[in-house]
Nanobody, 128 residues
Framework: QVRLVETGGGLVQAGGSLRLSCTAP?????????????IGWFRQAPGKERELVAV????????KYADSVKGRFTLSRDNAKRTVALRMNNLKPEDTAVYYC????????????????WGQGTQVTVSS
């Protein structure tokens, strides 16, 4: 079970920006390194199922974005700091959700299968 820490949420007006961070505390991955893992951001809005927002692989920076956020959200990772950031621009009210991050050693699996174990998440609220 991997538990990551999400920070950076808040209240912002439509059209605004936020930067979320996902950090793996030291020792999170035991026998593996942070860059052995793809990191994905997911979100869950009230009354809706959790969905993938974006995912980045561990070594080559390969990314995948949900169609709804393409061109507005950008992933970046700093393996030395064990952190993945999600920069969110031009936010819309429909982006309002609790945002979570998760990890998997397989990029493809994290891109297509919703994990079962989650941390606290961080709330993003976009007002119109």
């Amino acid at each position: 079970q991997v538990r990551l820490v999400e920070t950076g949420g808040g209240l912002v007006q439509a059209g605004g920006s936020l930067r979320l961070s996902c950090t793996a505390p030291g020792g999170t991955f035991r026998d593996y390194s942070f860059n052995d893992y793809a990191i994905g951001w997911f979100r869950q809005a009230p009354g809706k199922e959790r969905e993938l927002v974006a995912v980045i692989d561990g070594t080559f920076g390969i990314t995948k974005y949900a169609d709804s956020v393409k061109g507005r959200f950008t992933l970046s990772r700093d393996n030395a700091k064990r952190t993945v950031a999600l920069r969110m621009n031009n936010l819309k009210p429909e982006d309002t959700a609790v945002y979570y991050c998760n990890a998997d050693r397989e990029f493809g699996r994290l891109s297509t299968v919703i994990p079962r174990d989650w941390g606290q998440g961080t709330q993003v609220t976009v007002s119109s």
